[in-house]
């Protein structure tokens, strides 16, 4: 076996794991992270398939993510910890070209991959569609988002302008805008369905009193979305608390910015 906990992917993990842990959007287990390893990683560790530990996919294995190697948090994984005992927390499985069984290939011992893995793995599947970059699926429990939806806009075409009105970097960090699930019960298929649906035009899924889901082409860029997504929320629910006398960023200011920037706003959002 390669050296899997040489990876950069796994120091990336360890490291944001433990930051997102210190903003207060991880709570005991809450939170999930993927990644998608590249050929030339999956090539370096080694691995003979068929050789690992089986465990069944329920949702089904996408064609397009077969023959994949995937790095993934374990089910009850604290991201405080993470960065201290990979061995257990963290780990690599393989996606078999057929079956629904894939595969341990590192790590997760005594373990095994978050309760959420349907979702991640059907968003990369979706996700990779569209932007043959797409490399990381994050899930957790951002705390203004998810403040939001108790007292924000209940459709996903309101959330997302609320969101994008509060600061001029919204429209330019998620012009696709953000999808809203109504609450229904976590690591389900039928939660892994809805978020597919709306990943297939966006990279960031809220669900409803629960967290949030985002894709990207890397840690950071996965990252980057999340705060900036919390960041709109929280100045959101900072301005309605203190009266919200203002009206925010027009729609020609949106437009407006959308076009400097180069962007695309999601279709039908403003007119
Ligand atoms: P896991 O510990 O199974 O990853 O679940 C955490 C979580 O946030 C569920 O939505
Ligand atoms: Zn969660």
């Keep these: 076996m390669g050296d899997w906990k040489g990876l950069q992917a796994v120091k990336d993990v360890s490291k944001l794991s433990y930051q997102m842990w210190q903003k207060g959007w991880d709570e005991a287990n809450g939170g999930n992270i993927s990644y998608l390893l590249t050929d030339d990683e999956a090539r370096s560790l ?3 398939p068929g050789t690992g530990r089986k465990l069944t996919l329920v949702e089904g294995i996408p064609d397009a993510i077969r023959g994949k190697y995937i790095l993934v948090t374990a089910t009850g994984s604290y991201f405080r910890e993470i960065k201290d005992d990979v ?3 963290l780990g690599v499985i393989y ?3 057929q079956g629904n069984d894939y595969e341990i290939v590192a790590g997760l011992v005594d373990n095994r991959p978050t309760s959420e893995l349907g979702s991640h793995i059907t968003t990369h599947a979706v ?3 569209v932007d043959p970059d797409q490399r990381v699926v994050m899930h957790n429990h951002a705390t203004h988002v998810l403040a939001m939806t ?3 806009p209940t ?3 309101d959330f997302t302008v609320a969101l994008w009105r509060m600061i001029t970097e919204g429209v330019v960090v998620f012009p696709d805008g953000v999808g809203l699930i109504p609450w229904c019960v976590a690591g389900t298929p039928q939660i892994a369905k809805e978020t597919n649906e709306r990943m297939k035009t966006r990279r960031c899924v809220v669900w409803q009193y629960h967290g949030v889901f985002t894709a ?3 840690m950071h860029d996965a990252f980057g979305l999340l705060e900036t997504v919390d960041k709109c929320a929280e100045v959101w629910l900072l301005s309605q608390s203190a009266g919200g006398k203002n009206p925010g960023i027009s729609d020609q200011g949106l437009i407006d910015t959308a076009k400097w920037y180069g962007t695309t706003l999601h279709e039908g959002y403003i007119s």
């Design 46 to 48: 080694k691995y003979v």
């Design 87 to 89: 061995e257990h927390l």
């Design 95 to 97: 996606l078999p070209e």
């Design 127 to 129: 996700r990779l569609a």
């Design 150 to 152: 108790h007292t924000g």
């Design 155 to 157: 459709n996903e075409r």
């Design 216 to 218: 990207g082409d890397s």
